[in-house]
T-cell receptor
Framework: GENVEQHPSTLSVQEGDSAVIKCTYS??????FPWYKQELGKRPQLIIDIRSNVGEKKDQRIAVTLNKTAKHFSLHITETQPEDSAVYFCAASRSGGSNYKLTFGKGTLLTVNP | EAGVTQSPTHLIKTRGQQATLRCSPI?????VYWYQQALGLGLQFLLWYDEGEERNRGNFPPRFSGRQFPNYSSELNVNALELEDSALYLC??????????FGSGTQLSVL
């Protein structure tokens, strides 16, 4: 089955700096890669996603890149703010079909220091 | 529009007992997913229900089971509770089979 590795497990940055979180996946048939943000005591929420036919996607200060050949994808947050502090999860799946299962990485605790 | 709702918020059980967790999906969503979030282990996939049928299950023992009702709400049952079952159980629903919308979870504590 799919295995998703996520690094680093913790990341501390100064406000205004950039943050990068990296993930690798094992199943070459995976074609959907979302990122979820979970603030302390709250539910995970989808912040951005990318499909395998796209190499990069941006949404304001957040961007995700995908390298299908190397089977890795990354989340980039620019101009970080204290409200970006949360646990971020990457995930991978084969979209569609009866075996659909979203497999998550173990998460990255991002702390943005004012 | 109401989001995914889960009940109860907290559940305390003793080892060997059974736990029942409930989930109501977003209106119009037919798929419900259950995940276990234990400390340091991320979100572990448990079960996927769609149109009342179990479509896929994760690497969990058979004492983790569930069902989906005709109104698409779902129930997760955990039998013969063990201490290591203590975790946050998250339910999610999806309308497109990709984007998951999570509930706030049920914190299960097994004493």
């Amino acid at each position: 089955g799919e295995n998703v590795e996520q690094h680093p497990s913790t990341l501390s940055v100064q406000e205004g700096d950039s943050a990068v979180i990296k993930c690798t996946y094992s199943d070459s048939a995976s074609n959907y890669f979302p990122w979820y943000k979970q603030e302390l005591g709250k539910r995970p929420q989808l912040i951005i996603d990318i499909r395998s036919n796209v190499g990069e996607k941006k949404d304001q200060r957040i961007a995700v890149t995908l390298n299908k050949t190397a089977k890795h994808f990354s989340l980039h947050i620019t101009e970080t703010q204290p409200e970006d502090s949360a646990v971020y999860f990457c995930a991978a799946s084969r979209s569609g079909g009866s075996n659909y299962k979203l497999t998550f990485g173990k998460g990255t605790l991002l702390t943005v220091n004012p | 529009e109401a989001g995914v709702t889960q009940s109860p918020t907290h559940l305390i059980k003793t080892r060997g007992q059974q736990a029942t967790l409930r989930c109501s999906p977003i209106s119009g969503h037919t798929s419900v997913y259950w995940y276990q979030q234990a400390l340091g282990l991320g979100l572990q996939f448990l079960l996927w229900y769609d149109e009342g049928e179990e479509r896929n299950r994760g690497n969990f023992p058979p004492r983790f089971s569930g069902r989906q009702f005709p109104n698409y709400s779902s129930e997760l049952n955990v039998n013969a509770l063990e201490l290591e079952d203590s975790a946050l159980y998250l339910c999610a629903s999806s309308g497109d089979g990709e984007k998951l919308f999570f509930g706030s979870g049920t914190q299960l504590s097994v004493l």
